[in-house]
């Protein structure tokens, strides 16, 4: 795939999934960007975090890895020729671990200011996972059933309290707006996989945080989880337009970055390299994940026919068995549940209060698809 990038130099060679690489990258416009990959302890399926640096009003960082690792941070920032103290601004591309779970350390030991979407500000008080685990609907209380059943639910981490702490207290300096521009940057709010994503562009480079990755495909949240609770520590503009959360939300924050089109190279915030290769993708990525989505919502209309089935018999006919166990059966229903309730909204399937799936008939989640992308 063609990329804007006229020059890539290792600035330090890592492992083979890009642990601890450091790299500058050039723009065909000229742009200047360090890719700092900020390693996490133990594995992880996706990858270190690629935190990006570069001169823009001052010193700006995207991102900044998981809780504990400034200082591999600042290690490789060093590398790259720049002390982490002339970090003039941190941003957030989303209030999740892997992103923000270094910043507050990062904060109190450079002054750097934390820039972060208005919704991230908002939503300080509460546990991204608690959100989830707490929705109540049909399906999310047959999904928590199944979850306990399989004594699937993930264990947190023995740091997550001291991340939440941080989280609650940490101060957003300047809150993003969508459509907002700060020298060469645009901020672009882009909800579905966080309902606080953003993506931000500069010259012919979209940052795109979780929001489009090579090589997987983000997890998209439910729309129960945008529960009243919630809604109510939102400000009344986030009440009206119910696309903070859910599939479609998250289909037309992709369809956003497609139509940016080839002449535009993202930077994820993982995989940017791995298996000892780059991943230099443009923004056609985002027709790629949408196509994905597709198919995905019609093998399961195809799936569930005209008898019902149960959410659990639908989520291990359309994820591979073999992987079905402990956190991957809770992110495969949780994945499932935001393509039911799409289905259920289009009128193409019927949930029933024991939380059994049901087709109607209707294939009108296409009609959908067809008006996104025009
Ligand atoms: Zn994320
Ligand atoms: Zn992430």
Known sequence: MEHCFKDVVVVRLGEQNGNSMVLKLTTNQGLGIHAVSVPREGFSYTGPTWAYLFENEGLTLIDTGVTGSFPRLAEGMACAGYQAKDIERVIITHGHEDHDGAVAQLVEETNAELWAHDIYAHLQPYDPRDVERRASSPLQREMRHIVEANGAMPEPAPEREGYLHNRRTIEVKHRIK?????????????????????????????????????????????????????????????????????????????????????????????????????????????????????????????????????????????????????????????????????????????????????????????????????
């Open 178 to 374: 969508a459509e907002e521009q700060v020298g060469a940057l645009t901020f672009m709010h882009a909800p579905g996989h966080s309902p606080d994503e953003i993506c931000v562009a500069m010259g012919d480079v979209l940052f795109t945080g979780d929001h489009v990755l090579p090589e997987i495909t983000p997890h998209p949240t439910t729309k129960t989880t945008y529960t009243a609770e919630i809604k109510s520590h939102l400000p009344a503009e986030y009440h009206e337009e119910d696309g903070l959360y859910g599939l479609e939300t998250y289909l037309r924050s992709l369809q956003k970055v497609a139509d940016m089109g080839p002449s535009i190279s993202i930077l994820p915030a993982h995989r940017l390299y791995n298996r000892s290769r780059y991943n230099f993708l443009n923004a056609t990525r985002g027709t790629e994940l949408i196509q994905h989505h597709a198919k995905r919502l019609a093998r399961t209309v195809s799936r569930v026919g005209n008898r019902p089935v149960s959410l659990e018999q639908l989520t291990r006919a359309i994820f591979d068995r073999g992987k079905l166990m402990g956190g991957n059966l809770y992110a495969a229903l949780s994945e499932m549940v935001a393509h039911v309730e799409l289905l259920e909204d289009t009128g193409d399937l019927k949930v029933s209060d024991s939380g059994q799936v049901e087709a109607t008939g209707s294939a009108n989640y296409r009609q959908l698809l067809q008006e996104l992308a025009t």
